[in-house]
């Protein structure tokens, strides 16, 4: 399960892992969190007209990578807090989905700015996954009268992370998620492109930089978190 801010912020998290393990066989869930309202310099587009473009994007990008389930949480852009509602959706699409590893927004970075969004979008996951949708006495009406069990989610995956701990092989995955990536059409101005570059050169830059020294030519970093047996 993928649990992200803005449409485009899964892909550009974790989509060569994604498109990987889906390959792979692996049944994969996004949980994108904001209706990405707010994400263009575009003055001419309303924020509500905004957001329908970039669900359909999203549902694009999502089809295309072999995402089998897409919630929306649907809270506005640049409005997400830590509040019991918010955590309590994400315990549930846990809950529902029951994954084994979840990928995140790295919450504690602090070596570089980092969307508020993000920051709480890491921070109610991490609560989420433990102990919230582990132990049947939080959010208890989801078991009793949503018909939902508790779920313990095996391992944790934070992506931007100031020090990362894994490094997964996307070599062979790195063209599917660039080319997930340009589904979200509306975000292509924004994504700080150098003139002369392309987004798939940025993509594979980076993914080139982290995996000097490696024996494969392209890697994703994250920093995990595994629970105790
Ligand atoms: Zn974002």
Redesign the pocket.
């Known amino acids: 399960m993928v649990i992200?801010?803005?449409p485009?912020?899964a892909e550009i998290g974790s989509g060569g892992v994604i498109a990987r393990w889906v390959a792979a066989g692996c049944e994969v869930s996004y949980v994108l969190c904001t209706n990405g309202s707010a994400g263009t310099g575009d003055r001419s587009l309303s924020p509500a007209e905004l957001a329908v473009k970039r669900a359909a994007e999203q549902r694009a990008a999502a089809d295309f990578m072999g995402v089998r389930h897409l919630e929306m949480l649907g809270y506005p852009d640049g409005g997400l807090e830590d509040t019991r509602e918010f955590r309590g959706d994400i315990v549930r699409a846990l809950r529902k989905h029951r994954p084994h590893t979840v990928f995140a927004h790295d919450p504690y970075r602090f070596k570089g700015f980092q969307?508020r969004?993000?920051r709480m979008v890491g921070i109610a996951t991490t609560d989420a996954v433990y102990p919230f949708a582990r132990d049947h006495l939080h959010f208890p009406e989801q078991i009793t009268t949503e018909g939902l069990e508790p779920h313990r989610v095996r391992e944790l995956w934070y992506w931007g992370a100031d020090e990362s701990d894994v490094i997964v092989d996307v070599t062979d995955s790195i063209d599917k998620q660039v080319a997930a990536l340009i589904r979200h059409e509306s975000q292509m101005p924004g994504f700080s492109i150098q003139p002369g570059q392309t987004i798939e050169q940025r993509v594979k830059d980076r993914a080139a930089e982290v995996a000097q020294g490696y024996r494969f030519r392209y890697g994703a970093v994250f920093r995990r978190l595994v629970a105790r047996r």
């Open positions: 992200f801010a803005h485009d912020d969307h969004d993000h």
